[in-house]
């Protein structure tokens, strides 16, 4: 009987673990990468955040000191923009956000603009 009782303790314990699980999971999110018009990479993340959406962005194009001019559009609206410089030591930066979680399929758009060279990066993601 103790075996028993001890078993069932055992699977009782184990099931909310089980179940708090996927809404923490870092498998939940979506992620894409690609390349600008020119030689510099993008990748754009997104995925559940505490019942909003967590999307971050990254330009890498190599070269330390890089201004870039960048907006964040969520479901076609402007959710945020701004200048971001590439940092040392990858010549990298990134864009992190939390949004609102809009009904239905959301769709994130991120697109950055080097004003110097002219480059563009246009990086989207949807869940």
């Known amino acids: 009987m103790k075996t028993l009782i001890t078993a069932t303790a055992a699977v009782l314990l184990t099931v909310p673990v089980l179940a708090a699980a996927p809404a923490d999971a870092a498998g939940t999110d979506v992620r894409r990468s690609g390349s600008c018009s ?7 993340k997104a995925g559940p ?4 959406i967590g999307v971050e962005a990254e330009i890498d194009s190599n ?3 890089q ?3 960048w907006r964040l559009r969520h479901d076609g609206d ?4 701004g200048r971001s410089v590439t940092r040392a030591p990858s010549g990298s930066f990134s864009v992190d956000r939390r949004t609102g979680n809009s009904p239905g399929r959301d769709t994130f758009t991120f697109r950055a603009t080097n004003r110097a060279t002219g480059e563009t990066c246009v990086a989207r993601v949807s869940l």
């Open 38 to 44: 020119g030689s510099t990479d993008w990748k754009i």
């Open 49 to 52: 955040d505490d019942g909003r």
């Open 63 to 65: 070269r330390v000191g």
């Open 78 to 81: 402007l959710a945020d923009s």
């Open 67 to 69: 201004t870039w001019r």
